[in-house]
DNA sequence: TACAAATTCTATTAAACCGATAGAGTTTAG
DNA sequence: CTAAACTCTATCGGTTTAATAGAATTTGTA
């Protein structure tokens, strides 16, 4: 399940993609528009300025921006900036990989390679799903 | 990600299926024979049998053993029984479907569409990893 | 320069969840 | 009767999550 933070997040992403070129939406805009806590969304837009996927500017008539075209982040994306690994195990996971503590026989676990299908076909489907896709509903 | 829970459970399961036909494995085999913590096992257990995969015998010699073919437990029935929703978000969520409380305008939010896509490959994906599958390794 | 409007940063909170443990109760074979 | 096993309920500490608070900084403009 995603987080609140990471549906807060592409609501806030859609939000951005559906304003003309060029505008500039403040905190308080999104917030009302995509119905996400302002204080909380401040934070949220923080983050996904260090992730790359909008910029800001600050100051009287400042506010968020997309950097990234909308064809160009996808679910996956924002799935691990908030929420981490698309894998089911630590084991399994691309990004995330860490070995599992309680395997002791085998390097590899007995769940790792069903698991491995698991996050080769949801990665694939998450990658499918863009800003843009979203957009046009 | 999986839960510890959903974890162990999937690996008491593989250690039930490997065992011969009509043999009664204690919790203690179990613990020992998969590395997971004794007591934690036995709410696992009682879970698994609430869920109708395993049975008990209880007494001196008793212990577990499976009651569903090791063909018809999927990944995905773990997941439910123990990290619920497989859907990205409860209202892309077939077992588990709740509405968003912050989709104020539409009845369907923003991201429904897209999430449906992704939970429709994901269980198919997650139905076809069975324990049988896993343990023929 | 002063002010207002906005982002940025750090801290804090309350509640929920998670992994694990404890211990008493019940059942059963011998 | 007893030992061995499952069953049940409670609890615990730690972490995470969702959200809020407030001070600091930046910027445009009158």
């Known amino acids: 399940m995603l987080s609140h933070k990471a549906k807060y997040?592409?609501?806030?992403?859609?939000?951005?993609?559906?304003q003309d070129e060029n505008h500039i939406s403040r905190t308080i805009e999104i917030?009302?528009?995509?119905?996400?806590?302002k204080k909380f969304l401040e934070q949220i837009l923080?983050?996904?300025k260090r992730g790359r996927f909008v910029s800001s500017?600050?100051?009287?008539?400042?506010?968020?921006?997309l950097i990234k075209s909308k064809n160009e982040i996808?679910?996956?994306?924002?799935?691990?900036?908030?929420?981490g690994a698309i894998a089911l195990l630590p084991c399994a996971s691309l990004n995330f990989y860490?070995?599992?503590?309680?395997?002791?026989?085998?390097?590899?676990?007995?769940?790792?390679?069903?698991?491995?299908?698991?996050?080769?076909?949801?990665?694939?489907?998450?990658?499918?799903?863009?800003?843009?896709?979203?957009?046009?509903k």
């Open 98 to 136: 860490e070995p599992c503590s309680d395997c002791k026989t085998e390097s590899e676990c007995s769940l790792r390679h069903g698991l491995l299908l698991i996050r080769d076909k949801t990665l694939k489907a998450m990658e499918g799903i863009t800003i843009a896709s979203l957009v046009k």
């Open 74 to 83: 996808t679910l996956a994306e924002i799935h691990r900036l908030f929420d």
């Open 57 to 65: 500017k600050q100051g009287k008539f400042g506010g968020y921006y």
């Open 9 to 18: 997040a592409l609501k806030a992403l859609l939000y951005l993609a559906e």
């Open 31 to 37: 917030a009302d528009g995509a119905n996400i806590p």
């Open 46 to 48: 923080l983050d996904l």
